[in-house]
């Protein structure tokens, strides 16, 4: 079972991606911006991260940039 952290602006996409997980057993947690994105990653562990690309504030290439630096071993 992994831990995932689903982010997404949409409610749609995040609960979507959220009921796919809980059918499979996985854990996850999710949020709306790329600010609490790099907050929950650097409070807990994740083997996988759903990230959308186009969010407001921080976008998620710049989560990605810094998700790739600070955590190497999260896909």
């Not at 982010?7 to 995040?14: L, P, Y």
């Not at 996985?26 to 609490?36: I, L, R, S, W």
């Amino acid at each position: 079972m992994a831990r995932c952290l689903i982010v997404d602006d949409s409610m749609v996409v995040r609960e979507a991606v959220g009921d796919a997980l809980d059918d499979m057993g996985h854990d996850y947690d999710a949020c709306t911006t790329g600010e609490d994105a790099l907050a929950l990653l650097s409070e807990n562990a994740f083997d996988l991260v759903f990230l959308d690309i186009h969010m407001p504030g921080i976008s998620g290439l710049d989560v990605l940039t810094t998700l790739r630096d600070r955590w190497p071993k999260i896909k």
